[in-house]
């Protein structure tokens, strides 16, 4: 069965550091990798995905993930957090057959100044 | 673009009512709408799927005469809890995809239920 592991729950980082959020799945084949965001009390919205082609994906807010198959990986990675960051990060896939996504725990980001 | 709505943001009902949630996609064809679940702190619990003009899917304990699920038109589907108790209190976000969106979801804000 297809599962989701996002092994930190919660994550502190100062401000201007450094982030990388981890996130492992369980799938026999390549699956269709996403990041989303969601601020308290909202919604989730798309950072980034990752279909195929190169496996250093871009996205919004200054985010990138890399995919990598041998490690059955696709963390997230910011250069420089800013306070605005701090929110829930869920990692979730998609599978050929499948209508819906996996998602995994979620990864709680706290910005401290 | 991909812009889904919600309504209403929060509601709070009176145990043994029924409340409808809606949720629409904006600018976009949505072909699938997706219903989740979220408890405190927790991940997304995906409750049906539903597809337009079609009856809705049930995820598996999920009580479908307890949450109906109507996706009349390729931008609006409702989520009507009946007989709402104070267990149903959560927060209930659906997502939306077109048919050329594979795999991809857009979420709408969600709504926060609060049964009294």
């Known amino acids: 069965a297809q599962s989701v592991t996002q092994p930190d729950i919660h994550i502190t980082v100062s401000e201007g550091a450094s982030l990388e959020l981890r996130c492992n799945y369980s799938y026999g084949a390549t699956p269709y990798l996403f990041w989303y965001v969601q601020s308290p009390g909202q919604g989730l919205q798309l950072l980034l995905k990752y279909f195929s082609g190169d496996t250093l994906v871009q996205g919004i807010k200054g985010f990138e993930a890399e995919f990598k198959r041998s490690q059955s990986s696709f963390n997230l990675r910011k250069p420089s957090v800013h306070w605005s960051d701090a929110a829930e990060y869920f990692c979730a896939v998609g599978v050929t057959g499948a209508n819906n996504l996996f998602f995994g725990t979620g990864t709680r980001l706290t910005v401290i100044p | 673009g991909a812009v889904v709505s919600q309504h209403p943001s929060r509601v709070i009902c009176k145990s043994g009512t029924s409340v409808k949630i809606e949720c629409r996609s904006l600018d976009f064809q949505a072909t699938t709408m997706f219903w989740y679940r979220q408890f405190p702190k927790q991940s997304l619990m995906l409750m049906a799927t539903?597809?337009?003009?079609?009856?809705?899917?049930?995820e598996q304990g999920v009580e479908k005469d307890k949450f109906l699920i109507n996706h009349a038109s390729l931008t609006l589907s409702t989520l009507t809890v009946t007989s709402a108790h104070p267990e149903d209190s959560s927060f209930y976000i659906c997502?939306?995809?077109?048919?050329?969106?594979?795999?991809?979801?857009?979420f709408g804000p969600g709504t926060r239920l609060t049964v009294t």
């Open positions: 539903s597809n337009e003009g079609s009856k809705a899917t049930y």
């Open positions: 997502s939306a995809r077109g048919s050329h969106q594979y795999y991809e979801q857009y």
